[in-house]
């Protein structure tokens, strides 16, 4: 093995470098550098797919559901991953409830049906946008999220 400060050779069992007093790190403590690098990755994919949830919503549910089986060890990533994909399904499926009620409620009231179904899509934007902006801040707290 190499110091990697000075580049001499040292015994595989030192614990720091003889000529430069570098200290080794474990291969447990690389380990541990390696599954932090990958969680804070994580993290930012799972922040980016809070900000695509309110604009790009597709790409964000495909991106939580591929990411999902990554996050079977932290529950933290978990929590917000599966708060993600809830509110894009519930948000959906309000979404299309409107679009069925929108052209049914402006033919019984001679169009403020309309405005009704506007004014609820407004509602419902807020509330995405609210629960977008929850879940982004817990996440940057490093805090679980109830689904």
Known sequence: MFCQNCGKECSNE????????QPFMSRNNTQANAGDEKRKKNILMLKIFYVFLVLFPLVSIIG???????FKQDDVLLSHCKYQIRTFWLSFII????????PLLALATMGIG?????????VVFAWVLYRV???FLALEKGNPIAV
């Open 14 to 21: 030192a614990k720091a470098c003889p000529t430069c007093g």
């Open 64 to 70: 939580d559901y591929i990411l999902r089986s990554d």
């Open 133 to 135: 902006i929850k879940g």
């Open 95 to 102: 979404f299309i409830v409107l679009m069925i009620a929108g």
């Open 114 to 122: 309309s405005i009704l179904v506007g004014i609820l899509g407004l």
